[in-house]
């Protein structure tokens, strides 16, 4: 899949919402235009990414010109007030037991250390069963907040598909500019726990000790042993033994001077979490970059296959397949035209012999491979998710880049009149609820008038 | 005895519709969708005084027929086995609502009303031929109507499609006849054209019953086409007895004439005649409104006739009459003109005797026209009054045979009554049965004081419409 920089792959989306089908105030004239201008800047043997971006950053030049904002979809300036927050709610967490005791067995910090690694857990987890661009549930929540934010923006039909399309191709980058802010923010909690306690050992005595209804000695040394044995061995600072663990409950005595522990709360917090998560926002910080750097557009569909074909002059291929339906061929022109427009470029048409209602379960494509696929259907027909919505199905498996046209011509000869506006609304409206529920559109047209 | 009919048909064929328009009351459900009527649902069309009924059934439509059809040769007996199995109504609602179809013509149906959508071309309709090889599975006789065919056509037209349609179904044995019947734009005498074709379906034991309930049938359409004529003739006879008196022509009555003659007027009615004119037309026009309204009950539909009909009525005149003429008939060729009003002038010594001419003179001058076609300036002691002309009433007779056209052929699927477009070629058909017939209205519009002048216009549009609907529908029997 071919790369573009973010900025370029935005506007390259966003100019294809224009285009298909086109939407005032872009034309079809305007498409020409930019596609000439670009190669002409880019000059002949010229990538087609770069020719692509070229024409795209042309083509939203001049849309900007007339009026139409495309401005960010979506502000990313909350992340860096998400950083102290966080480190303000460790300061905070601390604080709020300011009771100049440390416990030994230090229940928050358990808490701290649990969560992470449990999330650690489920990433690593997460990367075995699936691609790292997919998101896990709180990044997933944050995207699909972010997506819903960027989807109202979009209001008018182009805008909306834009909207729609951004914020699929960009979802990989989004998660990992998300995961970035949330290792970010794990690391400052932690820092900002600890930082309160310091500071505050700066001013004030700890004691530490501790005590329990249920632990003796023994076994609260190997819970010791366990979370906080590694700090004690790089640190050469020793744990307590039993005997000495059994002096320190805060029911025999004041504890003692907490300064080691806190030392080795520091070292751990610092192993488990800090570095950790830094070593992963790090990473999260890279992908981000790369993906900004050169983010994968489908370049294979239709559209594009379209555009790189009018540049080097050869006529797109279609393929239309007319379902139980017979179009006469004084409505080849229409149809070619219909095309045209709707592809922006010169086509060779391939007109298949109609699929008859039922036929579509043994469908298969004959025509010249890299074709495009056009769905012809006319509009005096009830759509129907068993037929026609079936041959759709089928067709759409087949080959990418599915074209759906429904023909008005023989339904407003038959209704001309009074009624005849009403009576295309409801049928319209009938047909594009059956195709959305397959995942396409449809585009209407009167091959008669071409 | 009754005999039942089932009204089938490829979903959204608008079998609902047509049921709605045959009854002649609202039932089911109706929207631009597949599937929407569910259950198959018993109406009565009509009731002969001997008691026998017949039945319409209103079906759920065929769906993903092809594999239906499929499905049912393959299975060994085949009906019975579709009808033994027990289909998820939610899951396939297609089949599910073929099975019911296929259970109704089954047990109930003696003739099979198969309504096609013929807005589709023959060849596009996919599921033609597989839901005829399941009808001919069943075995029950087959009638085809075809519906969705726009706005009415010419008897030749129609002929063309029917024919095409006969053409694309001549295989099927089960199919016994092949008719025009758009659920929007039929008449009554289409109706008995179909009961003609379902009594000759039917065997023998039960053409009696079928010839009661044409009976019955005929009468009903025939008793609302002479209700319709004689709401029309009380129209017609209303509007040639009309007058509006004109107000002894004064000063400033003069005076306005002269100065609109002139063309210095203000907008709106400004003479004393044209403000007597404007009262004659809103009086016509209020008649006509309420009229269709009658007309639009009697055949059992919804809805009142809107500012359009005036309108359309206002269309006919300026395409019929050149335009100037044309207008100076609609308004009652009145004639003020010189005469009457040199004739104030001196016996009021009002005006100077130049002045006086001069106004008479170019008020005459423009109402030539009118005055050229002899009006009805009609004396009275004291008072001039103004009155239709001839023309003019020519004129609603015809519009009242083309608004009697516009409500007979509105379906009530359609819902409420709203005028539409008339087809071109009612224009020529009501031109064609009213000009040997002129003479017999001139006579009538001459002796407007008679007493019978409603009975005898009744008749003559009686008459008149009668013709009109044979030659529209040549085959059907009035």
Known sequence: MPCLPESDARDVLLVRAFESPFEAPWS???????????????????????????????????????????????SFAWRWLAVPGAFALGVF????????????????????????????????????????????????????????????????PPLARFAADWARVSQPLLGARIAVVLHVCAAALALGALASLYARGLVFEYRAGWDSTFLSPSAVQRILELVLGPASQWSGMPLPDAHELARLRFSHGGGENAARWIHLHAITLAAVVLLPRLVLAATAAWRARRLAAGLPLPLDDAYFRRLLQARSGQAVAVQVLPYSYHPGPELRPGLRAALERRLGSVVRLDIAEPVALGDEDGLRLDGIAGSIPVALFSLTATPERENHGAFVRALAALRRGLVVLVDESGFRRRFDGGELAERLAQRRSA?????????????????ARP | MNITLSLVSHTNAGKTTLARTLLGRDIGEVRDEAHVTLEAERHTMVEAPQGERLELWDTPGFGDSVRLAKRLERAGNPIGWFLTEVWDRFRDRAFWSSQRAVRNIVDEADVVLYLVNASEAPQDAGYLEAELRVMALIGKPVIVLLNQLGPPASPQEEAAEVERWRGALHASPCVRAVLALDAFARCWVQEGRLLDAVASALPADRQAAMQHLHGAWRERGRATWHASMAVLAQ???????????????????RLSELGAALGLRRDGPVTPRERAMQTLAERLDADIRQSTDRLIALHGLGGHASEIVLQRLAEHYAVEEPVSEG???????????????LKADIASGGLTMGGGLLAGGVIGALTAAGAARGVNLLRGVEVATIAWDEAVL????????LGYLAVAHYGRGRGDWTPSEHPPFWRDAVAEVVAPRRAALQDIW?????????????????????????????????
Request: charged content about 25%; some cysteine.
């Open chain 1, 28 to 74: 079809d004239a305007d498409a020409a235009w930019a596609s000439r201008e670009a190669q002409r800047l880019e000059g002949e043997g010229a990538l087609p990414e770069r020719f692509l971006a070229r024409r795209a950053r042309l083509a939203v030049e001049r849309l900007a010109d007339r009026g139409i904002a495309t401005g960010s979809p979506i």
């Open chain 2, 327 to 341: 207008k100076a008939a609609l308004w009652g060729g009145v004639v003020s003109g010189a005469l009457a009003g």
């Open chain 1, 93 to 156: 967490s601390d604080s709020v037991a300011a009771t100049e005791r440390i416990n030994i067995l230090a229940p928050p910090l358990l808490g701290l250390l649990v969560w992470n690694l449990l999330v650690y857990a489920a990433l690593a987890l997460a990367a075995l069963k699936r691609s790292a661009a997919e998101p896990g549930p709180l990044r997933g929540w944050l995207v699909g907040w972010a997506r819903r934010a960027t989807h109202a923006a979009g209001r008018s």
């Open chain 2, 446 to 478: 001459a002796r407007r004081d008679r007493p019978d002048l409603e009975a005898a216009l009744q008749a003559w549009l009686v008459d008149a419409s009668a013709a009109l609907l044979k030659r529209l529908y040549p085959a059907a029997h009035i």
């Open chain 1, 431 to 447: 047909w594009q609820r059956m195709l959305q529920d397959e995942g396409q559109t449809a585009e209407f047209v009167d091959l």
């Open chain 2, 235 to 253: 129209r017609l006879c209303r509007a040639a007895l009309d007058r509006e008196a004109l107000p002894p022509a004064d000063w400033t009555g």
């Open chain 2, 394 to 401: 020519d004129d609603l007779a015809r519009s009242a045979l």
